[in-house]
């Protein structure tokens, strides 16, 4: 398969590890000072592109490839809230998106285990749900994509919250609280943002007596990198909007 790569930070040049390992060809690599590649004819002749770079740049990175008919893989989050719709227009079009927040398999799991816990703790108010997360200092959006993709699932399994809501972030600039106290029906993420951390996400179920908690913790970048490949080997034989559940529908 060829493989375009949109973003070639610490993901990118992994991912491209990945891909050459699995076989794949790396045919076009487009960063910030090439944009002018994407109109390039090794661009265009790409079966999929991964892209993986920021909050701001994502959307037009997506429709870029868009208009070269390239299929595209991304992780960027950030830029779903005020763009989902558009991108969900483009895939009726006939173009191709595979979205998620994060390609880790375990993090997947880690969601169908979050989801299950909410629907059994929604028969207990006593206890309160809380979630944090914690990223490398580098990471430019928080909460992480991830923590807000497991928020809306718990929103969805269990009543007593009707809306994810900023908690405290905590990083080298400093402590930020929220600028609202927290509602009871409010389900508070707090950010820590601290050295080189790929990744922990928690979900602690709290009451006056005891507490509950799931987590999960990323080893390194290669389980992400791999993930989006997969991505890519799944998106090049089918159309539409993808997610994960596309992906591990047997799982």
């Known amino acids: 398969m060829k493989i375009a790569l949109i973003g070639y930070g610490k993901m990118g040049h992994m991912i491209e590890h990945v891909a050459l390992k ?6 076009c690599i487009v960063d910030a000072d090439n944009q002018e590649d994407f109109k390039s004819a090794a661009f265009a002749s790409a079966d999929v592109a991964i892209e993986f770079t920021t909050p701001a740049a994502a959307y037009s990175n997506i429709c ?51 989801a299950f816990l909410a629907q059994l703790m929604s028969h207990y108010p006593e206890y309160d749900v809380h979630m944090s997360e914690t990223h490398h200092i580098h990471k430019l959006d928080a909460p992480s994509g ?6 809306e699932t718990i929103l969805k399994n269990n009543s007593s919250k009707t809306e994810w809501v900023k908690g405290t972030l905590i ?12 509602q009871p029906y409010q389900l508070p993420i707090d950010s820590i943002r ?30 992400f990198a791999l993930g989006a490949v997969l991505a890519a080997e799944f998106t090049y034989t089918h159309e539409g909007l993808l997610t994960m559940d596309d992906l591990f529908h047997d799982l």
């Open 146 to 151: 991830t923590a807000i993709t497991l928020a």
């Open 64 to 114: 870029q490839a868009f208009r070269q008919d390239v299929k595209v893989v991304t992780g960027s989050t950030g830029w779903q809230a005020e763009h989902k719709e558009d991108i969900a227009r483009l895939c009726h079009e006939g173009h191709t998106l595979f979205w998620s927040s994060n390609y880790s398999l375990g993090v997947y799991l880690f969601n169908r285990l979050n």
């Open 171 to 182: 990083s080298p600039q400093g402590t930020t609280l929220p600028a609202k106290p927290i």
């Open 22 to 27: 699995r076989g794949h060809q790396i045919v």
């Open 194 to 223: 601290q050295g080189e951390v790929p990744g922990i996400h928690e979900v602690d179920y709290n009451s006056a007596f005891d507490k509950i908690s799931i987590s999960h913790s990323a080893h390194n970048r290669e389980g």
